[in-house]
């Protein structure tokens, strides 16, 4: 899930918004959070408040995450998330050849949140462009879970390096792509992995009411992206898609 948010500041001229995965078991499990022009309270800077009492410096990322109190988890649940944002990062970028993110180092925190798995911070400004405020994951996962929600998360900071991608995360708009992508390149990074929110999950809620337009989908337009995947290029046809002029909409870029 995504949120584009303002970490550094309250520019009337840095737009915000963001996308995120809810862990409640309601009948999306993932949420829309939007936050423009800096008017909300930003998460980012409510993690600021946080003392962290340990770090896992790696070569694109660094984990912020504490052993004791309410935010507390393991060192090896860390460092499962710090190794799996990089094994993303490879896949996809040195190994599908997707651009990198706009950032080439991203601060990662771990914290309990109640009701996401995972949150990515964006933030525009329109003479700087995009950056990579965090990636937020929650404390309550067990392991190939979270590892999911890492490449789930990470697709959302290689979303933010094109620009046809970016004007849809700031719109709001073109979720079925925003979305059913990212939950596509979880599933093609971690194929394993086939429990809550995983492609499967998404499959399987999409064929219990097919009758819908694909642009109203949103993770349950998975099923499209897996298609397209398989029959028609593979990576190389969805990044292409992503490549297109950044004024079309969804269905030109297609």
């Not at 946080?50 to 988890?73: D, K, L, Q």
Request: glycine share 6%.
């Amino acid at each position: 899930f995504l949120i584009i948010a303002l970490a550094n500041s309250l520019l009337l001229n840095t737009t915000n918004q963001g996308v995120c995965e809810r862990n409640n078991f309601d009948k999306k499990l993932l949420g829309v959070v939007r936050n423009p022009y800096g008017k909300l309270v930003q998460p980012s800077q409510v993690i600021t408040q946080y003392s962290w009492e340990r770090t896992i410096i790696s070569t694109h990322f660094t984990v912020y995450y504490n052993i004791t109190g309410p935010n507390a988890v393991t060192d090896e649940y860390a460092q499962t998330a710090s190794y799996a944002l990089e094994h993303s990062w490879i896949t996809v970028v040195n190994n599908y050849q997707f651009n990198p993110p706009p950032d080439d180092h991203i601060n990662v925190y771990i914290m309990y949140m109640a009701l996401y798995y995972g949150i990515t911070y964006i933030s525009y400004n329109p003479i700087t462009g995009y950056h990579i405020e965090n990636i937020t994951l929650s404390t309550n996962m067990e392991y190939d879970l979270l590892r999911y929600v890492c490449a789930h998360e990470f697709f959302h900071t290689i979303q933010a390096s094109y620009p046809i991608t970016a004007n849809w995360i700031m719109e709001g708009s073109e979720q079925w792509i925003i979305e059913g992508t990212a939950v596509w390149m979880g599933a093609r990074v971690y194929p394993e992995y086939t429990g809550v929110v995983s492609f499967v999950y998404y499959a399987n809620q999409f064929l219990q009411n097919p009758d819908r337009p694909l642009t109203e989908l949103d993770y349950d337009a998975v099923l499209f992206w897996i298609f397209l995947d398989e029959h028609y290029g593979g990576t190389d046809t969805i990044r292409n898609i992503m490549e297109q002029n950044g004024s079309l909409n969804g269905i030109q870029a297609v």
